[in-house]
């Protein structure tokens, strides 16, 4: 990882108040942060709005230069589960696949049983494995033929691949080029550009999903805007993003994993998004259901201290009872028809 430095002084903005609600009041949350996990530069600065609680950088890279903060970035490698329906590298990896398979053929039932699906019975005796599996399928419903889903920052395609096992049709939107040719080379339709070039073309979906994609844009109202524009009447949206009320930034602080200065250039509490997609006209905004990746996050933060064994164990109490303190806001939505 290389060390950071600092961030060219005319390729950062300065806010001075939230971006989401434009209230000058706040209070610092963490000072001097740097990007431990891929080493772009610069120091950061997160505040706390006082009156809405996001969090935001400030100053913050501009759009001319974020770039910055991806040119080592890699969460977009392949993975042996990448697509269901390939056959694993050895016996373990085969026989996940194919519980992978028969799940998802059970779960949208929109496929004639075939012997090879009571493997799906291995998700039912596993209740954790099967909440975080629902997650990874971002709650879904069953298609209706020809249904069409919008994955918007779809990286190299893996979610695309699991929903086209499901019987959906899959659509893509990727800004790195490795990825997005990663994802064409599973057959997927990605387009490159800005997400108003597919409202100018008419393009409509029947679902349209963002995972962990709006902390990272300038105009998070924008984005949800868009999504909503391309999106049929009735249409689904799935959204996840970091929670800065999360039980893992209370635990871990600047070491949080969901921080990831500079790329994360804000982060919401759950009341916030909520408001943010009931502002551009979505209804039936859900929370969804809650999935165990609090040990997850734990791994991936950067904190040794023993006591987090015991915290991963009251997170599964925190998470279940209170949806304000998961690690990530998890919403479903749907446009009026």
Known sequence: MKRAGDWPSEGLETLNACPICTCARRRC?????MDRLFGSPGHWNLYACDQCGTAYLDPRPDSQTIHLAYSDYSTHQSQVDDDPLQPGT?????????????YIRRRFSSFPFRPGDVLAG???LRPSLRLRFDGAMRHLPSPRGG???????????????????AGWSGYGTEVDPSAAKNARAKGFDIHEGPLDELVAA?????????????????????LLRTARRLLEPGGYLWIETPNIDSHGHACFGSDWRGLEPPRHLQIFTP?????????????????APWQPNWRAMAGLSLSTEPAQA?????????GRRDPGKREFITL???VPT
């Open 202 to 222: 008419g393009r409509k979906f029947d679902a349209v999903t963002i995972s962990h994609v709006i902390e990272h844009v300038h105009e998070p109202s924008a």
């Open 271 to 287: 009341k916030v998004l909520q408001g943010l997609l009931s502002d551009v006209g979505f209804i039936d905004i859900q929370i």
């Open 147 to 165: 249904d069409a889903l919008l994955d918007i920052g779809c990286g190299s395609g893996r979610f695309l691949a699991w929903a086209r096992a």
């Open 90 to 102: 050895d016996w373990r990896s085969s026989l996940k696949q194919a519980i992978l398979r028969a």
């Open 332 to 334: 479903t939505a749907t």
């Open 29 to 33: 949350l963490h000072a001097g942060l």
């Open 122 to 124: 291995a998700m039912w």
């Open 310 to 318: 015991r915290n991963a164990r009251l997170e599964e109490l925190v």
